[in-house]
């Protein structure tokens, strides 16, 4: 609530402050009105009674006038334009805060993963996924590694931790995360052409500039011909010169055409360099302002921070030098655009091969520093989601990883998708004393949430991020689920087909010579098929679980699993109840251990108005 309160108050003082600005833009408005109406009424008067001379001084004067109005009244446009998107990013934060899905931004559109071990069970990306309630970036890039973070298949601790300690640093540097990404949505608003796309995505495909580079491949070296047609320009000039003192005959006329001949020759070489250096120089104006902010901020007292922007400080190849380095090309190949002078330039020197050698330096250059640049600004972006989350959640706790244990412990775990209002939270442990769990309770008691309340908090511990849990205590598994299975009418595929290739990639990961061990997550096990199946099948499939080292939850409503805590060490049962009471049922979300001692279909059949007979 202190975090509501807080954006609150953020967004009415924004508010007050458009309040203002649209204020002075209106008064802009009326004097720029002003201003032409009076400049055209004066200047008609001075010409026909002052004369012409009089009426073109104080038109003049107007029109400075005028335009120096203009670019103030711009600048408090732009004030305004990026205060609405300040006011925007502070009531997503609400959103994301009360999980109000309208208010977020909408996913976009992607196929999961074929095969991917807990992507589809878990919800982690689509309409109403952890990946959506997470994603601030606004480059494609971007979204996609926070993506791959909360993906991954294979947490390596130093890399974790590292993530870790990045988002702790960003958590408390709100003005930098939100300056970030208002910096990136100016970009992309400002963007045309095609580097935005047309498409539905809400994201921006930022790597243009790295096609634009492939695209503009650089054939050969110009630096041969340059030094060839330097030499002709030399020897046309001394021709010049020793004949206009008598001292040779006049070849000069020879040695400017042989000279001036081999430049028409070699034209094509150069023709598309101004055009190609007016794109690069465009493309990268859109990038100018995040990365002159991440090339100018002092990091003094973020060091994490300063070692992922390294990039941008490298003195001599920031984005600014190579900027103004591309100004100073475009204004002297821009020569062009003036015939007589480019003829005048060209009868002594051959200017555009040297600023053509020029650019093709620097769009090498280039090449080799943007994607550096935009790999730390697509770093930046996926952290910054992620401690954005950190912000706006400052309950949750970062987890501890084990690297000498093999287990899980957590106080008041929590599914993160689910609303304040409606969440109940959990302790809960896995450890050698108490690796297979066998999760029984009555239906919609809570068994497949608190199976993703793992998954997704194990996710979030994974990528970096913190977890819905007063405390977590993990170490590294493979996760792997078995949730959310359906058929497929496609590949002809029955839902318990489906269901038994599910469970076979999962034993088969449990099987596999990996030191790091499988937490296995299992819903209604083998629940396609008739119940004497599927209690001898499940009873061998979670033995063969048992005899290796993995770990994890079987959530079932058969209650004859539960004698497999007798029978085999480390199975343990845990459950969830409910009561009825005036014909309603309540359900508490509480974990208990033991197995359930209630079931409740035919009572739910019953307060349906199923005829139900005993």
Not at 171 to 192: C, E, I, M, P
Not at 268 to 297: D, N, Q, W
Not at 549 to 567: P, Y
Request: glycine letters at 6%.
């Amino acid at each position: 609530m202190a975090r509501l309160e807080q954006l609150d108050k953020q967004i009415a003082r924004l508010k007050r402050r458009a309040d203002v600005l649209n204020e002075i833009s209106r008064k802009y408005w009326i004097a720029r009105r002003i201003i032409f109406v009076t400049g055209a009424l004066l200047a008609l008067a001075f010409c026909n009674f002052a004369g012409s001379t009089a009426a073109w001084i104080v038109a003049g004067l107007l029109v400075i006038l005028f335009s120096v109005v203009t670019i103030f009244h711009n600048r408090v446009r732009d004030s305004l334009t990026r205060n609405s998107l300040l006011i925007e990013i502070k009531q997503i934060h609400i959103a994301r805060i009360r999980l109000d899905w309208d208010g977020i931004p909408p996913a976009d559109f992607s196929i999961p993963l074929p095969g991917h071990p807990f992507e589809t069970d878990l919800d982690i990306t689509g309409e109403r996924s952890l990946h959506r309630l997470l994603d601030c970036a606004v480059t494609q890039e971007g979204s996609d590694r926070l993506k791959s973070w909360l993906l991954n298949v294979r947490p390596d601790a130093p890399l974790v931790e590292q993530r870790q300690a990045l988002v702790r640093e960003l958590k408390d540097h709100s003005v930098f995360r939100d300056k970030l990404q208002l910096l990136s949505a100016v970009a992309r608003t400002s963007t045309a052409g095609p580097s935005r796309s047309k498409s539905s995505s809400r994201h921006w495909n930022s790597k243009v500039l790295v096609e634009w580079i492939e695209r503009s491949n650089i054939k050969g070296s110009l630096l041969p011909l340059l030094v060839f047609l330097s030499i002709l320009a030399g020897l046309n000039i001394l021709a010049m010169t020793l004949a206009s003192l008598n001292v040779i005959p006049q070849i000069w006329p020879l040695t400017f055409l042989i000279y001036f001949g081999a430049m028409l020759l070699s034209r094509s070489r150069i023709e598309h360099a101004f055009g190609e250096l007016h794109e690069l120089e465009k493309a990268l104006t859109h990038f100018k302002a995040v990365f002159g902010y991440l090339e100018s901020r002092c990091y003094q007292n973020t060091p994490g921070l300063a070692q992922v922007c390294s990039a941008f400080g490298e003195k001599g190849k920031q984005p600014s030098t190579e900027m103004r380095r591309l100004g100073r090309l475009a204004a002297a190949l821009g020569v062009r655009t003036n015939p007589l002078l480019s003829f005048l330039i060209h009868v002594f020197v051959p200017w555009d091969f040297f600023f053509t050698y020029r650019f093709d330096l620097v769009k090498k250059e280039i090449a080799h520093l943007l994607p550096r640049w935009l790999d730390a600004w697509h770093e930046l972006e996926a952290l910054n989601s992620l401690a954005n989350f950190a912000y706006l959640n400052p309950h949750y706790a970062f987890p501890e990883l084990s690297l000498d244990a093999s287990g899980l412990a957590a106080r008041s775990l929590g599914h993160p998708l689910l609303k304040p209002a409606s969440k109940v939270c959990n302790d809960f442990e896995l450890d050698h004393d108490q690796r297979i769990v066998i999760l029984t309770g009555s239906n919609m008691a809570g068994k497949s949430t608190f199976l993703r309340t793992i998954g997704v908090n194990l996710s979030l511990a994974y990528a970096g991020a913190p977890v819905n849990a007063d405390r977590l205590q993990v170490s590294l598994f493979r996760l792997f689920t078995c949730i959310k299975v359906s058929d497929s009418v496609q590949d002809g595929l029955s839902y318990f087909y489906a269901e038994v290739k599910r469970l076979q990639a999962l034993l088969a990961a449990t099987e596999a010579e990996d030191p790091m061990p499988v937490l296995f997550l299992i819903d209604e096990i083998f629940r396609g098929t008739n119940s004497r199946e599927r209690l001898i099948g499940s009873r061998s499939y979670i033995r063969a679980l048992s005899d290796g080292t993995s770990t994890g939850l079987v959530a079932t409503h058969d209650l004859e699993l539960i004698k497999l805590a007798d029978e085999i060490d480390g199975v343990t049962n845990y459950h969830f109840r409910e009561e009825v009471s005036d014909g309603r049922m309540i359900f508490d979300y509480r974990l208990r251990p033991g197995p359930c001692p209630t079931t409740n279909a035919l009572t739910i059949m019953r307060l349906e108005g199923l005829p139900v007979h005993s």
